[in-house]
């Protein structure tokens, strides 16, 4: 099963360190880069930003873009 995350499930979940829950849940987890660039760095702290983007980088998280 397939998961696009919005900006609000992604800081409450980091924050209450239960982002384990999404990777036992769905197989393949996107987020959408405008959130990832704008989003996050508006409404979350430096710490889940680093967490979230260690797990893209270990590829479970993918960014999805514009881009064709």
């Known amino acids: 099963m397939e998961a696009s995350l919005d900006t609000n499930v992604i800081i409450?979940?980091?924050?209450?360190?239960?982002?384990?829950?999404l990777f036992h849940r769905f197989q393949k987890l996107m987020v959408y880069e405008f959130i990832?660039?704008?989003?996050?760095?508006k409404h979350a702290d430096s710490a889940i930003i680093c967490l979230f983007d260690k797990d893209v980088q270990d590829g479970k998280i993918e960014i999805v873009t514009d881009d064709f």
């Open 12 to 21: 409450h979940l980091y924050k209450a360190n239960l982002q384990s829950v």
């Open 36 to 41: 990832r660039k704008q989003e996050m760095n």
